[in-house]
């Protein structure tokens, strides 16, 4: 029973994940672009916060570093 809620929790979280890439690629090209600005922050707040963790183990702020390393060496 637990199989459909995981598969949820993974879809949100690489949801956010692509979210997140894509912003960080928007406001790399327009720094002022403040739909790319509030995304960032937004997903942000979701990898620290206590639902994010609720649903992996996966540490927020580790996801967050890794992400921005990876589209800087884009």
Known sequence: MS??????????ILKAVKDYR?????????????PA???IA???RFFRSE?????????GDML???LKSEVERE
Do not use: C, F, M
Not at 51 to 59: A, F, I
């Open 3 to 12: 199989e459909p809620y995981e598969n949820l929790a993974a879809a949100i």
């Open 22 to 34: 894509d912003a960080l690629k928007k406001h790399g090209k327009r720094p002022k672009y403040q």
């Open 37 to 39: 600005i509030e995304t």
């Open 42 to 44: 937004e997903v942000e």
């Open 51 to 59: 639902w994010y963790r609720e649903l992996t183990s996966v540490d």
């Open 64 to 66: 967050i570093r890794k």
